[in-house]
């Protein structure tokens, strides 16, 4: 029984997101911001993860990420969305409207203030087991089904 690609790529994530908990690094969490491709495929799990920016006389609009890559809303993403938006609206060539600009901004400001708010969250340690013993046993159910059982 052969596994296809599809799965491959499901327990490549999952690898991934247990790789992230046991190491975790902050610039590794924005990379996907670079790729095209992994921007591509969250937008079509996670549309409500993107703004559209709609430029003067462009026909598609640009897709500004709010959200992480788990698809949850994060705050330095939004951080890199604002910084984003502001030099849009210092650029001097007029590709954007710049009240359209404006209302983004202050929809991402808003946005940053509510989920910059610090959460209680787990002693480090403690989460990232947690984590990594969920995303493990993820691993192992997706096996089993090839496995037979």
Do not use: W
């Not at 799990?45 to 006389?57: R, S």
Request: proline letters at 6%; a positive charge.
């Amino acid at each position: 029984m052969s596994i296809p690609e599809k799965d491959f790529m499901y327990l490549e994530e999952l690898i991934r997101k247990v790789d992230g908990y046991l190491l975790p690094q902050s610039d590794d969490d924005m990379e996907y911001l670079y790729s095209k491709d992994l921007r591509d495929t969250l937008y079509g799990k996670y549309p409500k993860c993107f703004l559209k920016i709609k430029g003067i006389g462009r026909e598609f609009p640009t897709l500004l990420p709010i959200c992480n890559r788990h698809g949850h809303k994060d705050p330095k993403v939004i951080a890199i969305a604002k910084q984003v938006v502001e030099k849009m609206m210092n650029d001097k060539a007029g590709m954007f409207d710049s009240n359209e600009l404006t209302n983004i901004l202050n929809k991402l400001d808003r946005m940053h203030n509510v989920y910059s708010k610090e959460i209680p969250k787990p002693p480090e340690a403690a989460g990232r087991k947690a984590n990594v013993t969920r995303m493990m046993n993820r691993i192992k159910q997706h096996l089993d089904v090839y496995k037979g059982f």
